[in-house]
């Protein structure tokens, strides 16, 4: 044999080689297993895992938020007048009501603990009353009513909210004037006072039927006042 045609023969066999070779490593990665997918359901339950845990969190802080409020009311209870004031900054007004209720508990009877939470409400920022708070003070103002606690009344009755409760004390006041027992006070005075403590209720008892009903009453409210003290209505 020639040496060309050893050559040949060798290169010939090394093409094979190669080819069977390549086929091979081909079959083998062909068997192997592709990475594996995530399922639909797996997809599924880890967003479910996920609103279980949002779920859990609010509850949380519901039970955390809860037990702050709880706190705020055993404070009030206590005579904690700061428990009004954060009561206040949490803008409920059903739980700002039922903290001021837990304070009135507090004062009872005791003439002391009744006149701080009095002062404490007129002085307050931000503080609202009721109408029990209202009502309590003018049974003890028309006993002895005089200017400052005139304009403490109207005031508590402004913070109320309650349209129809500050027209019933700006109309005992019409009368205590009428009867001369406001002392040096004026039936415009009187007016310029119910007008001032009618704009610190809320909007929405400005608002309200009761609150229409009484300004309708103004004109002939300032027109009593003036008439039962002698003084000229201006032109």
Known sequence: MSLVFLITLALLAAIVYTIYRTSRDGEARGYELP???PSPHSLFDEAHAEEARGAA???AQKKTDEAARGALLARAAQGDFGALNEAASLRDDAFYGAALAQALKWAGESPERWQ???EHLST???LRGSVEVSRRFV???ERSPDWASTTRALHLAALSDDAAEFSLVAETAARLLRE????AMTGDELFALVESQFWLMSPAARTSGAAFVFK???AAL???LLASAGETQPR
């Open 35 to 37: 990475p594996p997918q």
């Open 222 to 224: 300032r027109a009593g």
């Open 57 to 59: 969190a609010q509850e």
């Open 216 to 218: 309708q009453k103004l």
């Open 180 to 183: 001369g027992r406001l002392g």
């Open 116 to 118: 701080s939470l009095v």
């Open 139 to 141: 049974g003890e103002w």
């Open 124 to 126: 307050g920022r931000d």
